[in-house]
């Protein structure tokens, strides 16, 4: 066996790749549909698309697990007289010239392999068995970088096993874009993470800075490294900006909008001409009006932020972080300062203790108008696109049965989409799945095929130590005790 039979499964692996190949390019011997020879190939190339997706997770599990056991092997072989850090550096140049990666990709993919085959079984189950990509198995790795080893056990097993005590609901892991897996991932290590967030907060925020990072073309990056509240308000109140400005007559994109708002913004000039020498980028012009005013970003428009604040945290009793929707958990010292603070720009949802939903959204919120698009926000937390990140504040109500065919105005007939998959269920084939008054709405492809929509992860929030979970009373009629709580520290930081 050995070597000869290693020659012989990467033969007959790009034997099967090449009648896939050939599939495709319609050389098999039969075609995939004699009724419908253009239907079946179509319907054929995604069977191709999803099984070479398994394939490729299977591969990088091998790849992962071959590249430890060289290492070790290797590191056994060079014996204990060669230097450890060096060791390392010859058995990563060695993967990195091998798989044509640089010095840095290969140590990186050396150092996730390692994490993965050792530390992180359910993740490598999960490759070995094709329901993870490489990609999700990184933002595993990294997310658990910081936990302990319980701790890390515990995210494994709240995303990957479904018999763990509270697992992840609503569409796999596997099925989510690795950047959503990451973000949910963030969020449940944000909340059990050993060290207290608003420690770890503290430290991170003396790191805030703006970077400079000069790019092709005549073009560079300008970024910032600052608290989470502030960015998101920033890149929302842009948004708002950016979408005043569209129109029949601007030739600009909502993504080009952005950026001439923020150019606008930050030079300290308003912006004159919209048309398609402005849209070129190179051709904008910014008047210098001394800061006065700044076109693109009007003083009446106001940055929009949904903020969850579990009761006890906004009271000082717990250190439970709040949810700032777009961006996940923030320390609860942030978000009673935007309580107290932000009240023109931001949301303020209260939560049950009990159970962790929704128990107020806004001071007053069974007097406002539009509780159902508040109550959709809560519901959805985004797009419920698959894959789709646009928060809650910038979607747009849907009725997924449409009215004129029957369809009522209730929360589970109600849906969030973003502007462009609004239009795209509108336009294309794209339909949504029925709702309920707690899950969002999945989708059917054109194709027949149906994606389960992200769910929301909510907890129970913490309760002070000393207290009982459930022995408060929580509703009163025609109030809240949490309504009068939070009446009382706005007064008393007025």
């Not at 509780?371 to 519901?379: G, H, K, Q, T």
């Not at 492809?445 to 979970?469: F, L, N």
């Amino acid at each position: 066996m050995g070597k000869a039979a290693v020659v012989r499964a990467l033969a007959e692996t790009r034997a099967a790749l090449a009648v896939l190949a050939a599939e495709i390019d319609r050389a098999g011997s039969l075609p995939f549909s004699r009724a419908d020879p253009l239907a079946g190939l179509a319907d054929g190339c995604l069977e191709i698309l999803a099984g070479a997706r398994e394939v490729e997770a299977v591969i990088a599990a091998l790849k992962a697990k071959a590249a430890v056991v060289y290492s070790d092997a290797a590191g056994v072989v060079a014996g204990p007289e060669v230097p450890v850090q060096a060791q390392e550096m010859a058995v990563a140049a060695e993967i990195g010239c091998l798989l044509a990666l640089g010095p840095r990709a290969a140590s990186s993919f050396l150092a996730t392999s390692h994490v993965v085959v050792k530390e992180l079984p359910l993740t490598l189950s999960a490759l070995q068995a094709g329901n993870l990509s490489w990609s999700h198995a990184v933002a595993m790795a990294d997310q658990t970088a910081s936990l302990d080893a319980p701790g890390t056990s515990a995210l494994e097993a709240h995303f990957l096993d479904p018999d763990a005590p509270d697992p992840a609901r609503g569409c796999p892991v596997g099925e989510l874009p690795a950047h959503r897996f990451r973000a949910k991932a963030r969020t449940w290590r944000e909340r059990h993470h050993t060290e207290s967030i608003e420690a770890r907060h503290a430290k991170s925020a003396a790191d805030r800075r703006v970077e400079f990072r000069a790019d092709q073309d005549g073009m560079a990056w300008l970024s910032a490294y600052l608290p989470a509240a502030q960015a998101l308000a920033g890149w929302n109140r842009l948004t708002a900006a950016a979408r005043a400005l569209q129109g029949p007559a601007e030739g600009r994109t909502l993504t080009q909008l952005r950026v001439d708002t923020f150019a606008a913004a930050i030079l300290g000039g308003s912006m004159v001409g919209k048309g398609s020498a402005a849209a070129s980028g190179a051709g904008s012009e910014f008047a210098d009006d001394g800061g006065a005013s700044h076109q693109g970003l009007s003083p009446s428009i106001r940055a929009q932020v949904l903020l969850t604040v579990p009761v006890f945290s906004l009271m000082g009793l717990t250190d439970e972080p709040a949810m700032l929707d777009g961006y996940g958990p923030i320390p609860p010292s942030m978000a009673r300062e935007l309580v107290a603070e932000g009240a023109g720009s931001f949301y303020r949802v209260l939560v049950d203790p009990r159970d962790g939903a929704p128990l107020e959204i806004g001071r007053t919120s069974y007097r406002v108008t539009g509780p159902m698009r508040s109550w959709l926000r809560m519901r959805d937390g985004k797009c419920p696109f698959p894959g789709c990140s646009n928060n809650s504040l910038d979607n747009e109500a849907d009725h997924l049965l449409a009215w004129g065919k029957g369809g009522t105005t209730g929360i589970s007939n109600l849906g969030q989409p973003c502007p462009k998959h609004h239009r795209l269920r509108h336009a294309t084939g794209w339909k949504p799945t029925p709702a309920t008054r707690n899950e969002p709405p999945g989708w059917t492809s054109p194709s027949g095929r149906h994606y389960t929509s992200e769910h929301q992860d909510w907890e129970p929030p913490e309760w002070p130590r000393g207290w009982a979970a459930g022995v408060t009373d929580l509703v009163r009629h025609r109030g809240s005790p949490w309504e009068e709580a939070l009446e009382r520290y706005l007064r008393a930081h007025a």
